[in-house]
């Protein structure tokens, strides 16, 4: 009898134990609480509605109901937003620009992305990295599906919900560069650096420097100002072939150079370069056309030069047997037969490269004939894109 009730007793003063550790640790809990709301009440209800939101956003996608979800995806980005930001006077107030009306396939896409790659306690807990990663992902989506001004919209405000990360700097940079609008993109570079102070700053101000020489280019096209279309272009193709190829740094460094050079000629006979690719970003074969094109061009006005532009596109897309082939093509057409014979010595040890070449070198030893320059230009334009 005295031992049941000892363990009565001793069940009790165990219950009790534990009601006063449960009381104890939530009263903790909502002293915190009480002392987030005390120091910052705003902040503390700001909190509570973002977590309201994000999670009506959730059960909204859940239900497929995907006009809700982004009406509620918005309403939580604005609060947290402003809430992290409360002294910006340049946040955003509508991301989606009014898009919830009647939502398009890609954004349905990426809101069912979102919501599979991160959860909703991610969402909760740590909303600043998690929230700013997604907004990033749609803004990438918007840009690609020619949104341009939501695309900046959303990258703005991953900006100002996570101003450490440079990644979102460095995006929003490329697309000002790739709108034209060079001096923003720098301005939003230097903000990147004082902020994070990351390489990728630093990297992203060449791809400026480059977009800026392409869009004079263009402007100088379109102006019929040929001999600054031509030196600017010449100038992009040394800044992307110095970025991507940091180890040859200086092997260019002094072809390309517009002193001198005099074009006169018909705007209509300037080459037909893709501006559209070359204003995409920094692309060896994208490069390596554009000047094989220069070379082309040059040769019709009979300069000299053209042979550094011919090079110039094996040495950065030295895997394409057809580049070196019009190279030795056009040692052979000036009369340098040992440069065309060296040429194609080199193209055959390539292994990328060394197919073609081979059949190419055999008949040119056999007959001791070239091809003219130009020969394989069409398959030179549809196979570097």
């Known amino acids: 009898m005295k031992i049941v009730q000892y363990k009565g007793i001793m ?9 006063i550790v449960l009381i104890s640790f939530f009263g903790l809990l909502f002293a915190s609480e009480l002392l987030k709301a005390v120091v910052n009440p705003s902040s503390v209800v700001a909190s509570y509605v973002y977590k309201y939101c994000i999670k009506q956003s959730h059960r909204a996608a859940l239900a497929q109901n995907y006009n809700s979800s982004l009406y509620w995806l918005e309403k939580s980005i604005i609060v947290y937003s ?38 909703l306690s991610q969402l909760t807990d740590e909303p600043s990295q998690n929230l700013g990663m997604w907004l990033s992902d749609l803004s990438q989506s918007a840009w690609e599906n020619g949104n341009h001004e939501m695309a900046m919209q959303l990258i703005s405000t991953a900006i100002d919900i996570a101003p450490e990360w440079s990644t979102y700097y460095v ?39 480059y977009i800026d020489s392409v869009i004079l280019a263009k402007q100088a096209f379109l102006n019929s100002d040929l001999d600054l279309a031509f030196s600017q272009l010449s100038r992009a193709l040394v800044i992307g072939f110095k970025n991507n190829h940091s180890d040859e740094q200086g092997q260019f460094e002094a072809i390309y150079t517009s002193k001198g050079l005099v074009i006169n000629g018909d705007k209509n006979s300037f080459p037909q370069v893709d501006w559209d690719n070359l204003m995409l970003g920094i692309n ?5 056309k554009t000047s094989y094109q220069l070379g082309l061009y040059l040769m019709s006005l009979h300069s000299s030069r053209a042979e550094q532009y011919f090079l110039f596109s094996v040495v950065i897309e030295p895997d394409w047997s057809p580049l070196h082939i019009e190279l030795a093509n056009y040692y052979s057409e000036i009369g340098k037969s040992a440069a065309a ?21 055999r008949q040119a030893d056999t007959h001791g004939k070239y091809f003219p320059v130009g020969y394989l230009a069409q398959d030179i334009y549809d196979h570097l894109k």
């Open 11 to 19: 069940r009790q003063k165990q219950l009790s134990f534990l009601i």
């Open 82 to 119: 402003a809430d992290k930001n409360s002294q910006s006077t340049n946040l955003v107030k509508q991301p989606f620009s009014g898009q919830k009306d009647s939502v398009p396939a890609w954004l349905i896409s990426g809101i069912e992305k979102g919501w599979k790659n991160i959860s």
């Open 171 to 209: 995006a929003k940079a490329r697309y000002l560069a790739i709108l034209g609008k060079t001096q923003e993109a720098d301005k939003e570079l230097q903000q990147c650096q004082s902020r994070t102070n990351r390489r990728e700053c630093n990297d992203m101000s060449t791809f400026i420097r």
């Open 284 to 288: 060896d074969r994208i490069l390596a």
């Open 341 to 361: 014979k060296t040429t194609l010595d080199n193209c055959v040890i390539n292994y990328s490269a060394r197919e073609y070449c081979v059949e190419y070198k």
